[in-house]
């Protein structure tokens, strides 16, 4: 676009603060970072820290009680703290826009698609029959499928992908010169994040349009931004080119961050997850030093005294630290500890099986017709080992969790054994003992627990139940689980509300943990936290594995996380088991055509690239499935594979393709490890 | 739509039947000879006997009571013993004094209180919104025929700028006349409901303007008035709409002190004269008319909800 130097948005030394109980604190601490026209400029850092505040500032857009409290936003040259309301409207009206982390909530469930559409170019002076066909060219622009039936529908009938792509056409509809995204893929499928993100870059190539990018995702960040920004309670502690930031992070922070999250290759058998110690500051708090000093194992009484200044790492890559140069060598917060060798003796070891799934299928009647959510599942698991469920959301990984649990009962002819004991189809008539064999950590731990409940009572209520102790011994070994799990006994008689996410996360597992489990499903255990928090909880799944043997299934969206701390991984489909085999053998490939699309299209967070086999269209309803095998309309490998017309009429059976490696396709390994090469 | 309409419409009729059985029941069983109280204690057993068999009292109950519904359905209600008429023909009349009164207040209070709701919610937390909710609160405590008498003496007795009663002596008052005199026991009304459907507002309106998609049309570049009246209304006027339609019953059927102390010949008065007179029939009527309304405004507050919700609606048709 321009040649000029002007940059299109330029935040100096901003602060903000949001008063709470009738005191300011600060949520951005002399927040600058200028973003050039075209360029893509991403805020990281972990939630509470001020990534989507900075975005909302840039809209002039802040809470109720927020209020710039110093310093200067300017776009294009022109402060915009002090313009009046009309001003900033007439700016969002043409020239900033934004995607918010919820397209589904941030449309209105009550207006046509294409009416909220049209309302942005009637704003900018379009007559009502003409915006509405603009509509339609910005449905297009977006590759929507059917643009034109969009128009009339309403947000409810959106998949996440579809919604988001709406709400981007309606922010482009403004041909806007700065696009604020936060967080804009955050709780879509891997596959549709992957697909959005596609999106973003070929319109931001055809636009030049800049784009302030909030994620808490480094791989997303790595992958869109030529830039980034580090920011951590509030202030920017490090900013850079991207890759050189990524390949060479120079603040404590950055470095944390990245060591917590678990990266291609990384497994439980080997590596320890590093995590960042402590928690972030509450909000407002003054500092008369670093503001990342109680977390810092570099930090030193420089650090605690003094304000730390940008120091230049190279050319365009700065960090507000003292010790920058030590940044890379920052000791482990975790250490990496070697298991001791397994008790002899017992009678169980690692691998003997333990959970035994056959033919287990699932059919729910929805308006009158039958859908088959879970069709024909078989796996096994051994002891002390983590069976790893992945696959789109649709895919059955709940539902599977809930069958095994008892929670709802599976058709006819499925069966479930534990330790050799078949259990009864649904938790009422199991017995107390195999209640307690298998227990569940859910995503949310603020709505799995009891929230008008201490600690002590949430866990000890669940070990009296489940292994009939008297209340005080149940006391007492709630308050040994909790102490076990790092719940420290000063928070044994608090509330959850009281308590951080992973805190709360923590008791959960202790809960889960009451009746001396043989297996634990954790379904999405650690989506909710911070990278920081998901490392520390992973490592103490691990180590409780270690020392009680307990075998997990850990369902999860993040392909990362599950490859870390799983042994095998069943990979599913519509309902179906696509691809079942030991971790390493379903990472490495060959791959299933399906868990190779859903591997490549994870951003990746290594900077090296690789080419995105993409899913064309959506996933089918479960409800009508198509025929042949229920992947061939989207498969990436069927064209041309020479087994097209076996792919469209005849479903695959699960087939042992090499030693414990199962498939379900009907291209021979040889041919696929091929095509894939 | 015509689905949901039709099904929304035999539940309906299948409640309206469950409750003809229970005012059937009920006072049935009431306490005292209807026959003792109608002919007096001295008449002879057999006159009692004459009376009873004239009356159909004799008959098993599932015999009364069907020839109390096909009475109803053919619109033949019985004959009131007090008034010595057709029951229809009592309460006609009432029925549409009372509809007049429950139109003209619910012109009044509907447009006031969402508009109430309205400001508290967009001044939430300022002297505005205070105002509104502690003085809607503190209204709606205060009994509506208290504010009756009250009113009454204020306008009608000090400032004498309103009758003190809400209805007419001329012979055919025009509408004007007729809607003047109903003013009075309509702002009592408002006092009782303002609080109680502005307050539903105001939560309505507040979800509404706390949500993302508020967000989202701010940030189209809307003014924030243009946004609410665009984004806002809709969705936070669902709920309200659901409470107004509960509260018509009661505004037709259940003004029984505001009638009273407004000397107004409506449906409440009329129900009350039957339970003091043990009139039966006239009882029985009465109240399956008050079912009736109770049920009809319901199914149009459940119809409204849908045609505003396209969830709903969707849900309907699907």
Redesign the interface.
């Known amino acids: 676009m321009s040649t000029n130097n002007i940059p299109t948005l330029e935040l100096r030394s901003l602060e903000v603060a949001y008063t709470v109980r009738g005191i300011d604190r600060s949520v951005l601490r002399g927040v600058s970072f200028a973003i050039a026209p075209g360029e893509a400029y991403g805020l990281v850092g972990e939630s509470g820290c001020g990534k989507s505040t900075a975005a909302f500032a840039a809209m002039r857009y802040l809470p109720r009680n927020g209020k710039i409290t110093g310093g200067e936003i300017f776009f294009e040259g022109k402060n915009i703290v002090d313009i009046d309301e009309e001003d900033v409207a007439q700016l969002r009206r043409s020239a900033i826009s934004m995607v918010y982390q919820n397209p589904s909530t941030a449309l209105n469930p009550t207006i046509r698609i294409g009416k909220q559409i049209a309302e942005v170019f009637e704003l900018n002076g379009v007559s009502s029959s003409d915006a509405m066909m603009m509509a339609e060219q910005a449905l297009t622009r977006v590759q929507i499928a059917d643009p034109a039936r969009v128009l009339r529908r309403y947000a409810h009938q959106l998949s996440g992908g579809m919604a988001q792509r709406v709400v981007i056409a309606m922010a482009l509809a403004s041909n806007p010169r700065l696009l604020v995204m936060d967080e804009p893929t955050t709780g879509l499928d891997a596959t549709v994040e992957a697909e959005v993100l596609d999106l973003v870059r070929e319109l931001r190539r055809d636009t030049g349009t800049a784009v302030l990018f909030i994620s808490h995702n480094l791989g997303v960040i790595r992958n869109m931004c030529d830039r980034v920004g580090v920011l951590y309670a509030g202030a920017l502690v490090e900013q850079g080119a991207t890759s050189d930031l990524f390949s060479n992070p120079s603040h404590p922070y950055t470095v944390g961050l990245l060591r917590c999250i678990p990266r291609g290759g990384l497994h439980k058998s080997t590596d320890r997850l590093d995590t960042i110690p402590g928690t972030p500051p509450a909000l407002g708090l003054k500092f008369d030093g670093c503001v990342f000093v109680a977390r810092c194992a570099l930090a030193d009484d420089k650090c605690r005294t003094q304000l730390p200044q940008m120091v230049t790492i190279n050319v365009a890559h700065v960090a507000r630290c003292f010790h920058s140069d030590k940044a890379s060598s920052l000791p482990r917060s975790v250490e990496q500890i070697e298991y001791a060798p397994q008790v002899t003796g017992h009678s169980t070891k690692v691998g003997d099986a333990l959970l035994n799934i056959s033919h287990l299928s699932k059919v729910f009647t929805q308006d009158g017709h039958k859908v088959r959510v879970i069709n024909d599942v078989s796996l096994t698991l051994g002891v002390g080992e983590t069976l790893g469920l992945v696959g789109e959301s649709g895919s059955g990984k709940t539902t599977i969790a809930k069958l095994l649990l008892g929670l709802t009962p599976p058709e006819e002819g499925g069966v479930v054994t534990l330790d050799g004991k078949g259990l009864a189809k649904t938790l009422n008539r199991r017995d107390v003992a195999d209640v307690g064999a298998m227990q569940i950590v859910f995503q949310n731990p603020d709505q799995a627990l009891n929230r008008r409940h201490s600690v002590t009572r949430i866990v000890g209520r669940a070990v009296e139940r489940l292994r009939k102790f008297s209340l005080a011994n149940a006391i007492a070994r709630a308050h040994e689980l909790l102490s076990g799990m790092r719940v420290d006994a000063s928070l044994h008689s608090v509330r959850p509300v009281q308590l951080s996410g992973g805190l709360k996360q923590r008791v959960a597992i202790s809960r889960a943990f009451a009746g001396a489990p043989q297996l634990v499903v954790c379904d999405e255990p650690t989506s909710a936290l911070d990278v920081s928090v998901q490392a520390a909880i992973l490592n103490l799944l691990v180590d409780l594995q270690k020392q009680d043997k307990t075998s997990f299934i850990f369902i999860s969206h993040d392909l990362g996380v599950v490859r870390y701390i799983s042994d095998r991984i069943a990979v599913l489909y519509l309902g179906r088991v696509v691809e079942f085999g030991t971790s390493q053998r379903v990472f490495n490939g060959p791959f299933h055509p399906y868990t190779e699309a859903l591997l490549s299209s994870v951003p990746n967070i290594d900077g090296s690239t690789r080419k995105r086999i993409p899913l064309t269209g959506s996933v089918p309803s479960p409800s009508n499935p198509p025929s042949g095998c229920v992947l061939n309309p989207r498969c990436p490998r069927k064209a041309g594979s020479g087994y097209e017309t076996l792919c469209e009429t005849e479903e695959p059976n699960l087939n042992e393709v090499e030693p414990g490696h199962f498939m379900r396709c009907h291209i021979p390994m040889a041919k696929l490890k091929q095509l894939q090469s | 739509m015509l689905r949901f309409i039709v099904k929304r419409v035999g539940l309906s009729i299948l409640t309206l039947l469950i409750v003809s059985v229970i005012i059937f029941l009920m006072t049935s069983i009431l306490p005292g000879d209807i026959a003792k109280q109608t002919l007096g204690r001295d008449a002879s057993p057999e006159a009692f006997e004459v009376w009873n068999k004239e009356k159909g009292f004799d008959k098993p109950l599932v015999v009364q009571y069907g020839r109390w519904m096909g009475g109803l359905m053919t619109g033949d209600l019985g004959t009131s013993f007090k008034f010595a008429l057709p029951v229809s023909e009592v309460l006609g009349p009432a029925a549409a004094k009372s509809a007049q009164l429950a139109i003209v207040a619910l012109i009044l209070i509907a447009p006031i209180s969402i508009l109430g709701g309205v400001a508290a919610a967009m001044n939430r937390g300022k002297k505005v919104d205070r105002l509104l909710t502690v003085g809607g609160l503190s209204a709606a405590v205060i009994p509506e025929f208290v504010w009756g008498v009250v009113l009454i003496l204020l306008f009608g007795v000090v400032f004498r700028i309103f009758p003190v009663s809400a209805f007419p002596n001329e012979e055919n008052p025009n509408i004007f006349n007729s809607v003047y005199h109903l003013l009075l026991p309509s702002i009592a009304l408002l006092f009782v409901l303002f609080g109680y459907i502005s307050r539903v507002t105001r939560a309505g309106v507040i979800e509404a303007l706390d949500?993302?998609?508020m967000?989202?049309?701010?940030?189209?570049?809307?003014?924030?008035k243009t946004a609410v009246f665009?984004?806002v209304l809709?969705?936070a006027l669902l709920p309200t709409i659901a409470v107004i339609a509960t509260q018509v019953p009661y505004l037709v059927g259940g003004l029984i002190a505001i009638e009273r102390v407004f000397n107004y010949p409506g449906f409440g008065n009329t129900l009350l004269k039957a339970v003091i007179a043990r009139d039966f029939p006239l009882l029985q009527s009465a109240v399956f008319l008050t079912g009736l309304v109770v049920i009809c405004f319901q199914l149009i507050a459940d119809i409204l909800f849908a045609i505003?919700?396209?969830?709903i609606r969707?849900r309907v048709t699907?």
């Open positions: 949500s993302d998609y967000r989202t049309a701010v940030l189209k570049g809307l003014s924030r665009r984004h809709r969705n505003l919700n396209p969830r969707q699907e």
